[in-house]
């Protein structure tokens, strides 16, 4: 029976590879790294086993809930703290992110905490946006021309700008409405942006819209690692794919001549489909301190941050106060993670805790740091001829890639 060989064992990776073989197939999976997971790893920052990428999931769809269920981890979904997140605004204040809202675009224009962040000039022109013609904002392509052209500047650089750059890591003038998941819909049938906002919010099921698993999301890779040794895959690490057709790869291990494997070929990392793609650096400092004030939870589960202001971090993530499982194994140490569009250390990262969290911090109470850097794949066409899966085809976030990866891989046992 002919291989299938897949390459780049992220979650995308990982998921086919096992699928495949669940089916019966005989699967060979190329890692360029030491390690798996790819984007879902762990490292350990003073003793204490840390995310070093993904730290959550969305909780949307039914397709992670059912492959927590395959891998016997449903004990381990964990809920956030119901704390509310914030943000940092160019004015160098911080305010609870406005409730009513997605991906900060507001449902309620005029609402009190949207204003505060907006100033009412701001606030009363995002107002009018259910009386301006449905025909301005059709052609927007991006989630940025779109809330620009119906809501007015100040909404999407004060509000979706920190909100989507937290999350994707890129400006909204460069994120794609699919992105904001049936609100075009609602729009297409006659709503205003408003309203379509309001509505996907209402139709939300109740419940955090994001979970995480106690150890971290790295318990997913190593539930699916022991999985895939379980049922045989031959996983091959340390290995570069260099050159890809739909039934070859060529390979290059650290230290050996390059050569070349046959079978069938499935992509799951990036960089290898022939079209375009612009990958975005992203570069976390995760901080453990030893700050007692931090306990009581100043600023929620975090800040998203403006760009303009003093701050360099981009967002931060007080994980202590986001993950109860987690405050738990810190005993009494405070874990923050700050992500940035630029290398920083932890000075840099110390001094942006400080100002976002209002509580100085200083290098004593610094107990250790870790500062990583991460290129994510910016969006690629498939391959033409090669089944391809993951983020650059998939979109950021492990909900669109699993779901993705599992439909994928549904096509090529059938
Ligand atoms: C700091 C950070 C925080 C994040 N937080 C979240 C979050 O909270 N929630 C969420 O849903 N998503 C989050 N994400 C995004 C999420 O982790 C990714 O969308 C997802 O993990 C991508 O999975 P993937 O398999 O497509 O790609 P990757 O994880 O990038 O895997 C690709 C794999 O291919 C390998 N590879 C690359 N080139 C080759 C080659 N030529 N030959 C062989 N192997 C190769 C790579 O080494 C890698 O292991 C975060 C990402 C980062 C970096």
Excluded at 109 to 119: E, F, H, I, K, T
Excluded at 134 to 143: E, I, K
Excluded at 304 to 317: C, E, F, I, K, M
Aim: charge should be negative; glycine fraction near 10%.
């Amino acid at each position: 029976m002919e291989r299938d060989i897949v390459v780049g064992a992220g979650i995308a990776g990982l998921l086919v590879a096992l699928r495949l073989a669940e089916a019966g197939r005989a699967v060979r999976l190329v890692e360029a790294r030491a390690g798996l997971g790819g984007q879902v790893t762990g490292h350990t920052v003073a003793g204490i086993e840390l995310d070093a990428g993904a730290e959550a999931f969305a909780t949307r769809g039914p397709d992670i809930p059912d492959l927590l269920t395959d891998l016997g981890l449903n004990d381990c979904i964990a809920n956030p703290a119901p704390l509310s997140a914030w943000m940092h605004g160019v004015d160098g204040r911080s305010r609870p992110l406005p409730a009513a809202s997605i991906f900060g675009i507001p449902s309620a224009p005029l609402a009190r905490d949207v204003a505060a962040v907006l100033g009412w000039r701001g606030a009363a022109r995002a107002a009018l946006e259910p009386l301006i013609p449905a025909s301005r904002g059709a052609a927007a392509c991006t989630v940025g021309e779109l809330v620009r052209t119906r809501m007015g500047t100040a909404v999407v650089d004060r509000l979706v700008a920190p909100v989507v750059e937290g999350v994707h890591s890129e400006h909204p003038d460069r994120v794609p409405l699919s992105a904001l998941g049936r609100v075009p819909e609602h729009m297409m049938q006659g709503d205003s942006l408003t309203r379509a906002v309001r509505r996907v919010r209402d139709d939300a099921p109740a419940g955090s819209l994001v979970a995480s698993l106690t150890g971290g999301m790295r318990t997913l890779t190593d539930a699916l690692a022991a999985r895939l040794e379980a049922v045989g895959v031959d996983i091959v690490t340390e290995t570069r794919a260099t050159e890809v057709t739909p039934d070859s790869v060529v390979l290059a291990g650290a230290g050996s001549t390059p050569h070349t494997d046959r079978g069938r070929l499935i992509l799951a990392a990036p960089g290898l489909t022939g079209s375009a793609s612009t990958a975005t650096p992203t570069h976390l400092v995760t901080l453990v301190v030893d700050a007692p004030p931090l306990a009581d939870n100043p600023r929620g589960t975090g800040l998203l941050v403006a760009r303009g202001g003093s701050v360099r971090a981009r967002a931060l993530t007080h994980a202590t106060a986001k993950w109860p499982w987690l405050r738990e194994r810190a005993e009494g140490r405070e874990v923050l993670r700050l992500s940035y569009a630029e290398p920083a250390d932890a000075a840099t990262a110390l001094a942006d805790a400080s100002a976002l969290l209002g509580t100085p911090i200083d290098d004593r109470q610094l107990v250790d740091s870790r500062a990583v850097s991460w290129t994510r794949a910016g969006r690629a066409e498939p391959h033409p001829s090669i089944p391809t899966v993951g983020e650059q085809v998939a979109g950021t976030g492990l909900a669109s890639v699993i779901s993705h990866a599992e439909r994928t891989a549904k096509e090529l046992t059938e």
